[in-house]
């Protein structure tokens, strides 16, 4: 599938087969027809990458299908939030026009801010409200931004509100009048001087922290960065967080904003280490942490897991559900630690209790 952006390795071994433009036509077909059994991620995928089929019949049926899925496969596909970007991003342009299903695609934090952006340009009032409460979003990709506040269908409480926002958070695109009145409004006709602060740009290049393989900063120049970093704007942190090598992600992750913190986190670029020290960290935002713990492929990590359930930080009930996934001997330490939530301690002693008890139904004593 040379034009494919996705590999066969997409879809499960048994699945393949169906998208191979080397399988026999008829298995294509019935895949683009949404004729085999599969889950709604496994068909959205499916399906996504059937359209780059060489034989235009086949992709041009696939086309057709992803466009008229129902409600069930949708529903579920377009909220995984593991479901492929460029899947999302496909998914977003075929169902142009039916609102239920973008507005799920705008809320999946998988979605790429490019294809966000694009719907923005014509996005209906309550979808302009939905994109609109995404902050994080807002200030990282600025086309979206530019596209939310030249909406015409766009609320004007909704526009003002984020261009308000925008300002405070310390955006300034001159050409833009929403986000001029907004100054105006959030500082009066004449804006005070702002200290004059290097931007993420120039951040990245003076302590050369752009590439992860990059030797760790001495302390003395650790201190220098860190003083810069501080002095940014909200928006300039965010652009760092998506720029900058572990060295500026580390620092951003402790941020006391929690969207600074959370545009580090999902970082395309974060490394399993600093994934794990999150896991392992009493000071990380809940929002972060959470974004940890619903990631179906960070846990694939044992010890990730082992950490969540050591954190007292994680909520209790999602501790819990990763217990039972832990090995005996890791349940037995937890049952004796001090240092875990008595909640943990609890149910990791009564779980040991029964698989040590006497097997049998002898019912003697």
């Given amino acids: 599938m040379s034009d494919c952006p ?18 026999p036509k008829p298995l294509r077909g019935m895949a683009a027809k949404g004729l085999v059994p599969m889950g709604p991620p496994q068909l959205a995928t499916a399906l996504f990458m059937l359209t780059f089929d060489p034989e235009a019949e086949i992709a041009g049926q696939a086309r057709a299908t992803a466009t008229g899925l129902g409600d069930r496969v949708l529903s ?25 299903y973008l507005e799920w695609i705008c809320l999946n934090a998988s979605t790429p801010d490019e294809a966000v952006a694009r719907l923005a340009v014509e996005a209906s009032e309550k979808l302009c409200e939905i994109i609109g409460q995404n902050q994080l979003r807002l200030l990282r990709h600025e086309p979206l931004l530019r596209a939310l506040l030249s909406n015409p269908r766009a609320l004007r409480s909704t526009v003002d509100g984020v ?17 001029v009145e907004a100054r105006r409004r959030v500082f009066g006709e004449a804006p005070p001087p702002a200290e004059v602060v290097p931007t993420a740009e120039q951040i990245v290049s003076q302590f050369a922290v ?18 810069q970093v501080i002095k940014l704007n909200i928006s300039q942190k965010i652009k760092l967080a998506s720029l900058g090598n ?26 399993e280490g600093e994934v794990f020290a999150i896991a392992n960290s009493r000071t990380a935002h809940d929002e972060v942490l959470r974004c940890v713990y ?45 240092n875990v939530p008595a909640g943990i301690q609890n149910q990791a002693r009564s779980m040991m209790a029964k698989k040590e008890a006497p097997q049998g139904g002898g019912g003697g004593h």
């Fill in 6 to 23: 996705l590999s066969l390795e997409a879809l499960p071994p048994n699945l393949r087969k169906h998208v191979d433009p080397t399988a």
């Fill in 76 to 100: 579920a596909a377009l909220r995984d939030g593991d479901l492929d970007p460029r899947v999302l991003a496909f998914f977003g342009e075929v169902l142009s026009g039916k609102e239920t």
């Fill in 163 to 179: 261009a308000d926002f925008a300002v405070r958070a310390g955006v300034d695109l001159p050409d833009l009048p929403a986000l």
């Fill in 210 to 227: 752009a590439e992860d393989g990059a030797a760790p900063l001495e302390e003395g120049k650790r201190l220098t960065f860190t003083q």
């Fill in 246 to 271: 572990k060295e500026a992600r580390t620092l951003l992750l402790r941020d006391s904003n929690k969207l600074v913190a959370m545009a580090a986190i999902q970082s395309p670029r974060i490394t």
């Fill in 294 to 338: 619903n990631n179906r492929e960070w846990l694939k990590n044992y010890q990730l897991k082992l950490a969540l359930v050591k954190n007292p930080k994680v909520p209790l009930p999602t501790a819990m559900r990763f217990l039972p996934l832990l090995r005996d001997s890791d349940v037995r330490d937890l049952a004796r630690s001090k």
